[in-house]
């Protein structure tokens, strides 16, 4: 088996196993959980039990995670801490361990027992992922652990049927010195895919964090073949991220919110892969390759109020994985105000669009996130259309608007196509703001629910594009204003500044 055919034959096989065919309630597949120390939470079973075992693979999840660690006496056992009911493992014989049993009254596994019950039948579904444990006595005695760890799993036949992960690099290097053809996966985060690759070590199972820290790491994996995982992962934006960015594999303590969470993103975004994203984690201002700003007060066609900077850091920061959009009173500026409007400089023909992003509360202000055309094919506008993806004016606090504007439907005519949507959360909790763009309609969505749609009327010949100019590239804007003929309309509450919209991401999948 090649290095990356093992996860592959493990997905393959995993997504044949659906719930459905099992005791309880038909959920999703789970063929890109690993298990972390058994499915041990949701049952409430003790971490690393021969119980917890069973359960993922009665969940049929693509791994089961377990650590194995050397006794006193060379007995491997499944425990993650090196000490066990006030003993360290290392130094305490198993008949020692023994005496204290685990809270469902089994004795402390060995791995030949965890062996014994993945290997039953001639393999199961679920893959080991068999940690070893660094030594807190010594390198040595982790090297010891290793080539024991190895004759086991020669015992059962299943060296190239575990994947073997480690905080210690020279565990794993060890065992590509013993069998070249390992599968392995290094977990401190430390190494470039490409150092892995040189040290031939196949996997990348990082915390996630690592990844949103670098995440031109996750290319390079994909480059050089290593495999991606990440650990251990219990929330749905983190799943979310994980999955948008095509990961092989997830360790999770909550094996059915992955799985609900994986059936989400088929159910969405089905054959779309992610194209563009600006997920705003590495603090400072924005990526000037992606953004740029439109500057100047002039009202912009609607009587606001702001100036808009050249990306001021007063006015735009990423911050803690977010990006700041601000609005402020400000002496300095024409008008009293100042704020920022992003400009995407590339846009995008056909699509699904994200923006997930919190509101700035108070009266006055007009958050926005939307679409103009890269080249106004069809002339100035409206004739080239607009794309209103979330439009919240502060007096109005409850409701967010989607709206398209046209030569034909626009709001100088009254006659724009528009919906409006009550939520009492919009200045308390993020929200998903997505737009599935094809040639025949404009989908919005808000949290993942329809809220408004436009049909191509497909009107042919030259005047077409009067209700249709939408087949032409599009750019995203984001900004704040102040004021403003529909802003401002029943004037300006000073008391709210600095007004701060958050984006989490953008991202947009074709």
């Given at each position: 088996?090649n290095?990356l055919?093992?996860?592959?034959?493990?997905?393959?096989l995993?997504?044949?196993?659906s719930?459905?065919?099992?005791?309880?309630?038909q959920?999703?597949?789970?063929?890109?959980?690993?298990?972390?120390?058994?499915?041990?939470k949701?049952?409430?079973?003790?971490?690393?039990?021969?119980?917890?075992?069973?359960?993922?693979?009665?969940?049929?999840?693509m791994?089961?995670?377990f650590?194995?660690?050397?006794?006193k006496?060379?007995?491997?056992?499944?425990?993650?801490?090196?000490?066990y009911?006030?003993?360290?493992?290392e130094?305490t014989?198993?008949?020692?361990l023994?005496q204290?049993?685990?809270?469902?009254?089994?004795?402390?596994?060995t791995l030949?027992?965890?062996?014994?019950?993945?290997?039953?039948?001639?393999g199961?579904?679920?893959?080991a992922?068999?940690?070893?444990?660094?030594?807190?006595?010594s390198?040595?005695?982790?090297i010891?652990?290793?080539?024991?760890?190895?004759?086991?799993?020669e015992q059962?036949?299943?060296l190239d049927?575990?994947?073997?992960?480690?905080?210690?690099?020279?565990?794993?290097?060890?065992?590509?010195?013993?069998?070249?053809?390992?599968?392995t996966?290094?977990?401190?985060?430390?190494?470039?895919p490409?150092?892995?690759?040189?040290?031939?070590?196949?996997?990348?199972?990082?915390?996630?964090?690592?990844f949103?820290?670098?995440?031109?790491w996750?290319?390079?994996?994909?480059?050089?073949n290593?495999?991606?995982?990440a650990w251990t992962?219990?929330?749905?934006?983190?799943?979310?991220?994980?999955?948008?960015?095509?990961?092989?594999?997830?360790t999770?303590?909550e094996?059915?919110?992955?799985a609900?969470?994986?059936a989400?993103?088929q159910?969405?975004?089905?054959n779309?892969?992610?194209v563009?994203s600006?997920e705003?984690?590495l603090?400072?201002s924005?990526?000037e390759?992606i953004?740029?700003?439109?500057t100047g007060?002039?009202?912009?066609?609607?009587?606001?109020?702001e100036?808009y900077?050249?990306?001021?850091?007063?006015n735009?920061l990423?911050k803690?994985?977010?990006?700041?959009?601000?609005?402020?009173?400000d002496s300095?500026q024409?008008?009293?105000?100042?704020?920022v409007?992003m400009?995407q400089k590339k846009?995008f023909?056909?699509?699904?669009?994200?923006?997930?992003?919190?509101?700035?509360?108070g009266?006055?202000?007009?958050?926005a996130i939307?679409?103009?055309?890269?080249?106004?094919?069809y002339?100035?506008?409206?004739?080239?259309?607009?794309?209103?993806?979330m439009?919240?004016v502060g007096y109005n606090?409850?409701?967010?608007?989607?709206?398209?504007?046209?030569?034909?439907?626009?709001?100088?005519?009254?006659?724009q196509k528009?919906?409006g949507?009550?939520?009492s959360?919009l200045?308390d909790?993020?929200?998903?703001?997505s737009?599935?763009w094809?040639?025949d309609?404009?989908?919005?969505?808000?949290?993942?629910?329809?809220?408004?749609?436009?049909k191509n009327e497909?009107?042919?010949?030259?005047?077409?594009?009067?209700?249709?100019?939408?087949?032409?590239?599009?750019?995203l804007?984001?900004?704040?204003a102040?004021?403003?003929?529909?802003?401002?309309?029943?004037?300006?509450?000073n008391?709210v500044?600095?007004?701060t919209?958050?984006?989490?991401?953008?991202?947009?999948f074709q």
């Amino acid at each position: 088996m090649n290095r990356l055919s093992l996860w592959i034959a493990i997905a393959l096989l995993s997504s044949t196993l659906s719930y459905a065919q099992r005791p309880r309630r038909q959920t999703p597949v789970f063929k890109k959980v690993v298990a972390h120390r058994g499915a041990w939470k949701q049952a409430g079973l003790p971490e690393n039990s021969i119980a917890s075992l069973k359960e993922a693979i009665r969940l049929g999840c693509m791994g089961s995670e377990f650590d194995v660690q050397l006794t006193k006496d060379d007995s491997l056992v499944v425990n993650h801490d090196p000490v066990y009911a006030g003993d360290t493992i290392e130094k305490t014989t198993y008949r020692q361990l023994l005496q204290t049993p685990l809270k469902n009254a089994e004795p402390l596994p060995t791995l030949y027992r965890y062996l014994s019950v993945l290997c039953k039948d001639g393999g199961r579904p679920t893959t080991a992922v068999l940690e070893i444990k660094p030594s807190v006595i010594s390198k040595q005695r982790a090297i010891k652990t290793t080539k024991a760890v190895l004759a086991m799993a020669e015992q059962f036949d299943a060296l190239d049927k575990i994947i073997f992960i480690s905080f210690d690099y020279e565990v794993l290097k060890e065992i590509h010195r013993q069998v070249p053809g390992a599968h392995t996966a290094y977990l401190n985060g430390d190494k470039t895919p490409e150092q892995l690759k040189a040290d031939g070590i196949t996997g990348a199972d990082y915390h996630y964090s690592v990844f949103k820290k670098h995440p031109d790491w996750m290319e390079a994996a994909r480059k050089n073949n290593i495999i991606l995982n990440a650990w251990t992962v219990n929330d749905t934006a983190t799943i979310d991220w994980l999955l948008v960015h095509n990961f092989d594999a997830i360790t999770t303590n909550e094996p059915a919110l992955v799985a609900d969470r994986a059936a989400r993103h088929q159910r969405i975004y089905g054959n779309k892969k992610l194209v563009f994203s600006d997920e705003f984690n590495l603090d400072g201002s924005p990526d000037e390759a992606i953004w740029r700003y439109d500057t100047g007060s002039h009202g912009w066609g609607n009587h606001e109020l702001e100036n808009y900077t050249n990306g001021d850091t007063a006015n735009v920061l990423i911050k803690n994985g977010l990006l700041h959009v601000r609005a402020l009173r400000d002496s300095q500026q024409p008008k009293g105000y100042s704020s920022v409007r992003m400009v995407q400089k590339k846009g995008f023909l056909y699509g699904r669009l994200e923006v997930r992003a919190k509101l700035p509360p108070g009266r006055g202000l007009w958050p926005a996130i939307w679409l103009l055309p890269d080249q106004f094919k069809y002339g100035g506008w409206p004739a080239s259309g607009e794309i209103d993806l979330m439009e919240n004016v502060g007096y109005n606090p409850d409701s967010v608007f989607f709206t398209i504007h046209t030569e034909k439907y626009n709001h100088v005519k009254h006659t724009q196509k528009s919906m409006g949507i009550y939520s009492s959360s919009l200045y308390d909790q993020f929200h998903t703001y997505s737009l599935e763009w094809s040639p025949d309609k404009l989908l919005f969505f808000m949290d993942d629910r329809k809220v408004f749609e436009f049909k191509n009327e497909k009107i042919t010949g030259k005047d077409g594009f009067k209700s249709w100019p939408y087949d032409q590239p599009f750019h995203l804007l984001l900004n704040i204003a102040v004021g403003g003929d529909w802003g401002g309309a029943k004037g300006i509450d000073n008391s709210v500044f600095p007004a701060t919209m958050l984006i989490d991401y953008v991202r947009i999948f074709q």
